[in-house]
């Protein structure tokens, strides 16, 4: 067999004693190690803002007289020694969490799939939390040292980059992604031909290529169809994320499931367990089943044997936004398939059968729930909600026994902490907070950070984010001869003394981003309290099929566009991880209004947490096991949403309520101005001491380690065991 390895793109034309910053501009590690992309920035820093923090593109446009400059001056070749050194200890990781407790595990890896992953900017292969969240696996799971790999789409045409039109519309603009700029990395053999694996759809033969990117110490492997063998249709099939055609939808999700398996097994990988991040790789567990029946065992014991070694992690609270297939999709896909099962085309629908108003169709969770011996929602009242929508696949059981049990989502801590925050912790919690960062005893130690030097930080993080606000703003203006109006839009009037609520996240309509519009002029009179003003950014995405969501991106923008909110509401275009990093350190208050039980879990307020912002949530997902009365406000109460115009209004109510007579006065409460307000202050801390161990990466995955990716290895020692 030929050994197929990562071959890098790019040589770069580098001093020698600087010689090693093409490796690190291949590893993400440096998004998330502090000063690490001082490397990049400090030889031009202009150039670096220009390029959006794409080292391979930098290292690509530099000149050589910045680079023979840096090679020269001690203190970045120091900077450089001491980040290359802590980059070698890191990737030979040695000393490891996974080596220190769990050494024994070594079997194999885990495999992890997921149709989208949001790692940084340059690659904007997400569209939103389910994509951070996998992105956020991967980094902690390199932290922790865990034998991981991975495996996705890179989408040619990227997600959309958006602009909203001066009538508040949004308009999609199609990215062409060059993988040659990028820290990709085309998997090839020894002679330098690309490594291929390819699936059967409708009766021919769809190839892939892979890339490969290195996340630390691991490795994700991403399909891509655009290949010369394919048809044309066939090279775009990996095109774009979540088309609405069906036919498409199958097609790569057959590729990612069926070819993923295939990939891993031409790359040498024997997974001990297989994690499906939501249900769009579901197909792999039939793969899985495939090649046990080619090894001769019957479909029910092929079915016995790989199932404990699945995990399926579900994402969606709501029936109709799971993933199905009509069964006429199901015929033409996979007729030459299940007879390679030893099945017929009855027995096969039977495996996820969904009966539905409109005939029958073949539901990608159902499929995954029957073929996974572990599966878990993404929150504790996700799990309640989940163990309530499936109960009617086992109706032997009560609700409260059906095999779904939840990991509440953390959020990667080196990714979404200000570096000046992070500074800040290591003076008062002690230098070892990173290696203990889940453990609550150590941030009880928030409580030594005095006010004022929390306040000048919290400030300056604000400033920061105005400056780069205000620096888009004027690039708009410069380049794309948008109305004056729309420059005030896009946050140009925004100031630093101001309450700053942020609202950013994907324009679905349950998250509700209108509902603080419902009584506008309530809202004004807020905004424009005197000496107590308050300025709401609001940030995100509507899918671009989706026209409701896009509705609601107008209503906000016609209300932002209103000369009466004096520029203290307003839009930012093209919500990404970039822009949520600013956002998430430099508001004051996070605003989070789903339609309880809707939103899983939601992470982007769990960021604002880390870094000092206050949350003020509905109860729903993450927050519900996160408010403990102290650290935060609620909207509503703990019962699910009705649905209804009587709970919006109520709901918008409840947040007006609040933002008068609570929020608002405790943040304008100073002994003196230009002090930190010190019951404001006082939350602030309450707030970071109990949500930033708790909703961390680290928790996160110790628990599918300990409690989920064990169990499954373990599975595959007994069978074994069994066997000989
Ligand atoms: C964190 C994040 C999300 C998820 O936000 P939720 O509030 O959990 O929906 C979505 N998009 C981006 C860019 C993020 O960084």
Redesign the pocket.
Known sequence: MPDFRAHQLNHFDLPERIGRLGELAYNLWWTWMPNAQDLFERIEPTLWEEVTHNPVLFLRKVDRKHLDAAAEYLDYVELYDRIMSAFDSYMRGEDTWFKRNHSDFGKGPIAYFSSEF?LHETLPIYA??LG?LAGDHLKEASDLGLPLVAMGFIYTQGYFSQHVSEDGWQESRRLTLDFGDLPVMPILDDDGEPFMVSVELAGRELCARIWEIHVGRVPLYLLDSNVDRNTNNDQALTARLYSSDPDLRISQEILLGIGGVRALRMLGYNPVAWHMNEGHSAFLALERAREQVQNGLTFEEAREKIREHNLFTTHTPVPAGNDEFPRWLIDKYFSNFWPELGLDAEGFMALARHEQPWGESFSMPILALRFSGHANGVSKLHGQVSRRMWNFLWPALKEEDVKISYVTNGVHTGTWLARRMGNLYTKYLGKEWKEKLDDPAVWEKVWDIPDEELWRLRTHLKRKMLGYIRERARRQWIGEGIHPVQVIASGVLLDSKTLTIGFA??FATYKRANLILKDVDRLLAILNKRNQPVQIIFAGKAHPADEPGKQLIQEVYRAVKRAENGGRLVFLED???HL?RYLVQGVDVWL?TPRRPNEA?????E?AALNGALNLSVLDGWWSEGYNGKNGWVIGDDQDDTNSEEQDRADANKLYDLLESEIVPLYYDRPTLGMPPTKWMEMVKESIRTLAPAFSARRMLKEYFENLYVPSAQAAGRLEKVKS
């Open positions: 949001g939103g939390g951070v996240r994907r919500y990404d991880i949520a989070n879990s939601g992470t982007s307020g960021k």
